[in-house]
């Protein structure tokens, strides 16, 4: 539970507003939040449609690349195709057990 403070007028943007966070995830659940997100993502996408999404996706990986470089997805992608081939390997050996 959050901390009761002596100077109320001392407290931050940031903190106030994690503390109502904190006040509504008492109040509602954690997955009020989840359900909120949804709620809003379909909202979102009812009136930008699909080209909206496509179009931050785009930006986001374009912000990536400038960021890290264009080798990051081929790190990323081979780190992921590694883990694949770890839970087939495991999935298999599995089976012959």
Known sequence: MAEKREHQGDMSVREAGHLGGEKVKEKYGPDFYSEIGHK???KT???HGR???QEIGHKGGEAVKEKYGPEFYSEIGHEGGQK???LIEKGKQAENE
Request: proline share 0%; net charge negative.
């Open 45 to 47: 996408a009812e009136t």
């Open 40 to 42: 809003g993502g379909e």
């Open 84 to 86: 694949v081939k770890d």
């Open 51 to 53: 080209e909206f999404y």
